[in-house]
């Protein structure tokens, strides 16, 4: 408390990962020493009911990639980055799901500058760096560029083999017996604007394995001079990841006994360590922190009631994790490459972790423990999961809630305070800006007028752990 008129707080929640044989785990998080031998990029149609609907073809266009690998050499103790473009006669076609016969796997476009994927349509771009006569245990960083157009849905996924499946135990683990997976992350294309999509835009990408994320922010509440109630509010979303390198320096006694030159399944560290960088999911710059911000003015001028609203969410702000695996709208399983005896199959999504729960009914459980609906205890005094104005006796003190809560602010014809979804809950949601300005005016004792403007504006339709720049 700040004397008697204001309150301020502060809060800090820090997810991270730790390794069991690392000489430092700190705050941040670190990685398992799994570099990628490949990284696979997958284009599709974002939205190919469009396209199956007999509307234009405006799916995934792609011109062209370049992979800026940066290595190390030992020896000479050099840096070194080696562009490697991949152009339309790189891309290999995929047809998603295999069995659809309506799924070409990609073709030219109209233009002949750029491969298309339309409807159910999928082609890759691989970088094997063995291939390429590039050891990925020299990797620093790897950068990737691409020239695209249309509606896009990009896939990057990279594959080690120390993240393969064995046949006595499906699930892949690192050297410590520790369960690891690829990093995966999906870049869509900013809403479906016809005109939009017809612009080139280069894409930078910088490929990355999640070690930690953090929430931390301020809010104050009170009255201020001049101003009335103020109820403000900033948090930051840090995302913390690292290319999966680790160096001999970074593990301990027993991993650097267990390295195996020989086998290079069995090398337990590499010859650099990981860049190590944060990832704003939408960002301008790989660097950057997403961050969310609102303020809430109350103002009474006698019988005129004033109410003012202004907020911002970054499209990548998120307080949710996946801990295990990743699954899209469209159902699609995260796979996992198996080895040639394994026949398991491939896992999904569990062990989520949320920063912020969805507690809709407001009795501070959690919903996804107690989901129970949505019966706010003030309409159920007696907690029997009926509503008070619905029961003999109790209705005779208690009203519907139409009679004193009348919110509904995404007009979907449920109250807000009734409302129930799968969301956390934000306040305004998440990717939107806008502002709320409302005021009422006591016509009577017993009789109030009152009208507001809202305006809501998504940033752009970016989503899952994507780490780019759009030019």
Known sequence: MIGDILRLGFTYVNLHKEHPQRIDNPWTGTVANTPPERIVITFRDNSPEDYMKGADANGAKVKSVVFKVRTYDPDTKVFTTTPIEKGTPDFTRTLIPEEDPYSKGGESDETGEFWAANGFDSFQCVLDLEKEDIDPRTVESITIEMKVRGDYWIEVLGYSSKNQGAVEDPWPKTETGVIEMPFRDVIEAQGNDPDEQKKTKTIVYEYGAARGAALWGVDIEGNVPYLGFVQAQYAVNPKYKQYPTISKDKIDYSQRAADNPDDPTARTFSEIDGKRFESSLAGKDNNSDDKA??????????????????????????????????????????????TSESTDAAPWDSGDYNLVEDDDDDDDFPDDDDFDGVLPRADDRDLNGILDYQEDFLVFEADPPIFEQTEDLNNNRVLDNLEDDYDPDYKYGADVRGYHIAGSYDILANLTLKLGWLIKIRYQALVSQTANTCN
């Open 293 to 338: 911000w609102f303020i809430n003015l109350k103002q009474r001028f006698g019988k005129f009631f004033l109410e003012e609203s202004f907020f911002s969410v970054d499209p990548g702000w998120t307080t949710t994790y996946r801990g295990f695996g990743a699954n899209t709208d469209r159902d699609e399983t995260y796979k996992i490459p198996r």
